[in-house]
């Protein structure tokens, strides 16, 4: 974890309501550089088969470079990802 990630993170535990607009010029091409993007619900209590970010970055990682795309199409077509 990056420094700025842990402040983004506990900024986010901080302010529970406050709407959040992730912005990143990697998108999804490494998935440790989504480990601070809590609130899309790729992860946690919002989906029970990735309890944690690192369950959810091992079976990404594991299921390689089709898996990310994948994800990428499925935050397409949620709304939640938006790529140019």
């Known amino acids: 974890d990056t420094r700025t990630?842990?402040?983004v993170i506990?900024?986010?535990e901080r302010l529970p309501?406050?709407?959040v607009l992730y912005c990143s010029?990697?998108?999804v091409?490494?998935?440790k550089h989504m480990v601070y993007a809590t609130r899309l619900?790729?992860?946690g209590s919002?989906?029970?088969l990735y309890p944690t970010f690192d369950?959810?970055?091992g079976a990404m990682t594991k299921r390689g470079v089709g898996a990310m795309e994948m994800l990428a199409l499925e935050m397409k077509r949620k709304g939640i990802f938006l790529a140019r």
Do not use: C
Request: charged content about 10%; aromatic content about 8%; hydrophobic content about 45%.
């Open 17 to 19: 309501n406050a709407r």
């Open 5 to 7: 990630a842990k402040l």
């Open 25 to 27: 010029a990697t998108g």
């Open 55 to 57: 369950s959810f970055q």
């Open 29 to 31: 091409s490494d998935i």
């Open 10 to 12: 506990a900024l986010q």
């Open 41 to 43: 619900g790729l992860w």
């Open 46 to 48: 919002a989906n029970p």
